[in-house]
């Protein structure tokens, strides 16, 4: 049993142990702090649950390096935008090569060409645009959902993550549609137009889509930023039956599930969508993001743009689709996101998750890891959620910053925000067998059993 005072016990000590260890990150903090709201570039950078910032030096492959010389092995990956690992060498030199030549031009280059076609043969869709990131991205979908079908609302999951999009900062607590308190800002109620039912509940589904009026469905195919909330047997594909039967469109943001298999979700294991999403991973970690879709949606966008005026479509920017992001997904899709790349992650992320599961049995805690391709998760909760609301359940703040800082202490990194842990083409078996190791310490400091 793990106990709030063990829990305070191991923070404070690893608190003490990372002010220690990191003087010269603390130096750094302490400079930012002059110019730099709350003392970082930007927010997300104070999640990682230290007194201060981590200040990083160099990161190659499956390691990175602080600026006090400690040597992590990743499972992070930056939240996936690297998760076919820190700098590819054929990312990094597409990326040099097109830097000397320019770097935007509101014009395409040859690697149009090249990345259209790599994108239509993966993911099965044979029209694609360019953004900046998966949020805008995902707000251009949206425009384009409501645009094309005339219908206003848009339907995502309890518990969705998108990516910075107003109109998915909608939870259910207790059932009630609810506006998440992090929506810095909000001046109206999104759920105006956005309707909030919980995953794999499909007698919801089929009410909310019989109204008539949702313009598209917008998920996951599994969720995985609420924890990792996995689609029951069938539910995609009754989704994908019902969302035609009703005249809605079905998007998939891929951006975390491309950890699936070599076309993502979708083109492992069906259905396939009218829209696609993939953000992060795309560019090897260059800001960049795509979206594709149907024949029959290409046509109907083009019928809703000859309705109105030419020019300005208030979706995207000057720097969307810029020869520096080409140049960098042709590298990728090409030479990095391979189905080599995938042979090594798939069977390594299997073995993380088995010995993880050992380490959880041994020290007698009453957890269980989930997983999705190079994605996993051990979540501090016996039985797999089924939604958002379950998934929150299991959720314990305090225990898991405790995880995080005794891992980091001993230079193992997995997300900030929960238990997440990626692979990725570099990652070696002896990296994964030490994260296990040292999550079988830091479960033996917490329960006793060390003593």
């Not at 990083?56 to 390691?63: I, K, L, Y």
């Not at 009630?176 to 919980?198: C, F, K, M, N, W």
Request: glycine letters at 8%.
């Amino acid at each position: 049993m793990i106990t709030d005072a063990a829990i305070s016990r191991m923070i404070a000590a690893e608190r003490e142990r990372f002010i220690a260890a990191n003087p010269r990150s603390a130096q750094l903090a302490k400079e930012a702090a002059r110019h730099w709201h709350r003392g970082v570039p930007f927010h997300w950078m104070l999640d990682w649950g230290t007194p201060f910032p981590l200040f990083v030096d160099r990161a190659q492959g499956s390691q990175l390096w602080d600026v006090d010389g400690h040597r992590f092995d990743d499972f992070c990956l930056g939240d996936t935008g690297s998760m076919f690992g820190h700098s590819p060498a054929p990312v990094a030199a597409a990326i040099a090569a097109q830097a000397a030549q320019g770097l935007a031009f509101m014009l395409p280059t040859q690697d149009a060409e090249v990345v259209g076609d790599e994108l239509a043969a993966r993911f099965g869709l044979p029209f694609w645009q360019v953004t900046s990131s998966a949020s805008e991205a995902n707000r251009a979908v949206i425009r384009w959902c409501r645009g094309i079908t005339g219908r206003a609302r848009i339907l995502v999951f309890n518990g969705c993550y998108h990516g910075a999009v107003d109109d998915a900062f909608v939870d259910l607590r207790d059932g009630v549609p609810t506006l998440r308190a992090s929506l810095v800002g909000q001046v109206y109620d999104v759920r105006q137009h956005t309707t909030v039912i919980e995953f794999n509940d499909l007698p919801a589904l089929e009410a909310e889509l019989a109204k008539g009026d949702v313009a598209a469905i917008l998920t996951e195919p599994a969720l995985t930023n609420v924890g990792m909330v996995l689609p029951d047997p069938g539910y995609l594909e009754a989704m994908r039956e019902a969302a035609t039967r009703h005249g809605t469109l079905l998007v998939f943001d891929e951006t975390h599930t491309i950890s699936t298999g070599y076309g993502g979700h979708s083109m492992t294991y069906g259905p396939k969508p009218d829209l696609f999403v993939l953000g992060k991973p795309v560019g090897g970690g260059m800001p960049c993001a795509v979206f594709g879709f149907t024949a029959e949606v290409a046509d109907r966008m083009e019928r809703l743009r000859a309705e109105g005026e030419t020019g300005h479509s208030g979706i995207g920017t000057t720097l969307s689709a810029n020869a520096l992001a080409m140049a960098a997904m042709r590298a990728c899709l090409r030479h990095v996101m391979t189905p080599a790349a995938y042979d090594h992650m798939l069977p390594l992320a299997a073995h993380l998750a088995d010995i993880l599961r050992g380490v959880i049995s041994r020290n007698g805690v009453d957890w269980h890891v989930s997983q999705i391709g190079a994605r996993g998760e051990f979540i501090c909760a016996p039985t797999p959620p089924r939604n958002g609301t379950q998934a929150r359940a299991a959720m314990h703040g305090s225990l898991e910053h405790a995880l995080h800082l005794f891992l980091l202490n001993r230079s193992v990194l997995i997300a900030p925000f929960h238990n997440m842990t990626l692979v990725c083409p570099d990652t070696t078996t002896r990296q994964v067998d030490r994260l296990a190791n040292v999550l079988d310490d830091c479960l033996k400091t917490l329960t006793g059993r060390s003593q």
